[in-house]
């Protein structure tokens, strides 16, 4: 076990965590974020993220201070939280950005580690090499291996209670990301960022970048703090968040108010072709888009950034409330709609579902139907596996209606799109309880026609007859034909012929 981080609470794979940084006397919760502080660009002080942001840990460029013999200088009397002004944790990096950017340093991991350890640093970085996305297999093998040797470099020094980066790497093969995940997981590094992402999201790319970080989680430990190195928009703080992701880092506050931009939780808007501020911050309460307009470019730059900043800790606020209350999930799904290149980053986290379920907490508080692809939560996953566990023995009806109290059958148990069939004692439990649009999707019928099938296949030696409420074609398609199908007014009016009064103790008919 790392013993420097501890989860408090999950939700899918995101958790609310405690990072010890033991040279910095802190712990961080997490997930946080990270502003970057350019060393030579004071947009917002550090003090200030600390005192008015709440920013407990921030990141810097080590390499970049280094290049600058002023800087240099004050950071190695100084040391970098007096050099910043800052007393939350600082977290370096190393140079490997200016690697990937102009393909070329003059330092080893074995000098910039031990000059990050001289001036402070908290938690350092060694030198990777950040493999773009789609470079060739053969280039991302060998990056990788000299991205080990790196991580070995590191180990190798003393670095004392300084945390160590441990970045993984692989580019867009997912397998690699894997395999480099599981190695430096092996290493006694302690935080292991996701590295070169950053092409990923300028191209708008969230699905491979779901994939990546999912790559990763397969090959480090639960109790592997995760970093997502360069990302900090509001708009996917969620979506990483439940892949997993703990830290982030972002210089987009800063980045993009230079060039008035105006970030949201939705996406980006240009300053210019604002009419009104959709934000409650200190900022946008005090100045309208005209005001922001007449300032000078410095001053609306840092009145930019300031917002950029408000909006984005707001996000993970509201992030860390989700996983407390259980719908991180519905907050994903909220989100994926600001952009279609973020529908395509959710499904393809929908794609890792046997994956996220093993993290995600058995039981919560409210499963929110909300789109088509609630259908395919963990939850329904879970439920679809748990089929095989319970025994059905008889003749069952599986209705959408309520109990029949004649002897026809057996047992009566309930259909519920998406989860599919279970018996009624289970009505009460988690995720069964959930909350369901009467207009339900083709999906979600379909969801419950593959529980269907699923229970048939496991006992086949079960007479099953399903009273379905109008279901689609394409579901009673995925119906097994051994089972017997039938609208379900017809079992109503067969009942009521009888004069047999439907179970009044049926959940469905509660309201
Ligand atoms: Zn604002």
């Known amino acids: 076990m790392r013993d420097h981080f ?102 080893t991991t074995e000098e910039i580690l031990q000059f990050q350890y001289d001036i402070g640093t908290d938690i350092a970085t060694p030198v990777d090499i950040p493999t773009p996305p789609d470079a060739d297999r053969e280039d991302a093998e060998s990056d990788l291996e000299i991205t080990k040797q790196a991580l070995a470099d590191a180990e190798a020094i003393d670095t004392g209670d300084m945390l160590v980066n441990a970045p993984v790497q692989g580019s867009t093969y997912p397998d690699l990301r894997e395999e480099a995940a599981r190695h430096a997981y092996d290493t006694d590094l302690d935080v292991f960022p996701v590295g070169a992402v950053v092409p990923m999201m300028n191209d708008y790319r969230y699905d491979d970048m779901v994939d990546a970080i999912a790559g990763a989680k397969r090959g480090l430990g639960v109790d592997a703090p995760v970093h997502l190195f360069g990302a900090g928009h509001p708009m996917m703080l969620a979506l990483a968040v439940a892949m997993g992701c703990d830290l982030f880092d972002s210089a987009a506050y800063a980045l993009y108010a230079r060039d008035g931009r105006y970030l949201t939780v939705r996406g980006t808007e240009h300053l210019e072709d604002l009419d009104y501020l959709p934000c409650t911050c200190p900022v946008c309460s005090e100045h309208s888009p005209d005001d922001l307009r007449a300032m000078g470019s410095k001053t609306q730059e840092k009145r930019l950034a300031e917002h950029n900043l408000y909006v984005t800790f707001a996000e993970l606020r509201r992030i860390k409330q989700a996983i407390r209350d259980g719908n991180l999930m519905e907050l994903v799904e909220e989100r994926a709609r600001s952009h279609p290149t973020m529908l395509d980053g959710y499904r393809a986290m929908l794609d890792h579902v046997a994956q996220l379920e093993r993290e995600d907490p058995a039981s919560k508080g409210a499963f929110f139907y909300v789109s088509n692809e609630s259908s395919y939560r963990p939850e329904v996953a879970r439920h679809h596996d748990r089929l095989d566990r319970l025994s059905a023995e008889g003749t069952i009806l599986l209705t959408e209606g309520g109990k029949p109290s004649g002897d026809e059958y057996d047992e009566a148990w309930r259909v519920v799109p998406p989860f599919g069939p279970f018996p009624r004692a289970l009505s009460e439990t988690y995720p069964l309880t959930a909350e369901v649009p009467k207009r339900l999707d083709r999906d979600a019928y379909e969801q419950a026609a593959r529980g269907v099938a699923r229970l048939v296949r496991e006992n086949p030696d079960v007479d099953f007859t399903l009273a379905h409420d109008d279901w689609p074609a394409s579901a009673l398609a995925l119906v097994p034909e051994s089972v017997e199908t039938e609208p379900l007014s017809t079992v109503t009016e067969t009942l009521a012929a009888r004069a047999d009064p439907l179970g009044s103790d049926d959940a469905a008919s509660d309201e």
Do not use: C, W
């Not at 794979?13 to 350019?38: D, F, K, M």
């Not at 947009?43 to 921030?58: H, N, Q």
């Not at 460029?61 to 939280?81: F, M, R």
């Open 6 to 107: 501890e989860i408090r609470d999950g939700d899918l794979a995101g958790r609310i965590g405690r990072l010890e940084v033991p040279r910095a006397g802190v712990t961080v919760e997490t997930p946080a974020l990270l502003p970057v502080v350019n060393p030579n660009i004071d947009t917002v002080p550090p003090s200030k993220l600390e005192s008015e942001f709440g920013a407990e840990i921030l990141i810097t460029n080590s390499y970049i201070i280094k290049k600058n013999s002023h800087l240099e200088k004050e950071a190695l009397d100084v040391g970098l939280h007096e050099m910043l002004d800052f007393h939350g944790a600082i977290m370096t990096d190393s140079g490997s950005f200016q690697l990937a950017e102009y393909g070329d340093i003059d330092t």
